[in-house]
């Protein structure tokens, strides 16, 4: 039985809201992808996140097709935002297209290891 739901942009940016950690993508001219956690913020049908220069921003300034990924699987294994550094810029993704689904977690499906 597929348990996936599918969720139609409303629902992912309001869902988005309640998620502290996304992931933010792009891949350069050599096909190298680069996936970066980034804190964000929902602010109505856009993503707004800070960033510093370097390679986010560069992205940005580029052009490139961008991507940005949030679940609320995390939380469950790490209860902390990303760590802070200092952000000089603040960037603003206006999606042109939303999509997202809900996937159920079943009891015991996450379990913390320490292996330290």
Same mark, same amino acid.
């Given at each position: 039985m597929n348990d996936l739901r599918h969720l139609d942009?409303?629902?992912?940016m309001s869902l988005l809201g309640d998620v502290p #950690? =996304? *992931?933010f993508a792009w891949a350069d001219d050599d096909g190298r992808v680069t996936v970066l956690p980034v804190n964000h913020l929902a602010d109505g049908a856009s993503i707004v996140f800070g960033t510093a220069e370097g390679g986010e921003l560069e992205a940005v300034r580029a052009g490139r097709p961008l991507t940005f990924e949030a679940d609320d699987l995390e939380p469950a294994l790490s209860p902390h935002p990303w760590p802070h550094s200092p952000k000089v810029y603040? #960037? *603003?993704?206006?999606?042109?297209?939303v999509t997202g689904r809900r996937i159920p977690l079943r009891p =015991? =499906?996450?379990r913390w290891v320490d292996v330290g």
């Open positions: 942009e409303a629902a992912c #950690v =996304g *992931r603040l #960037v *603003r993704l206006v999606p042109r297209h =015991g =499906g996450a």
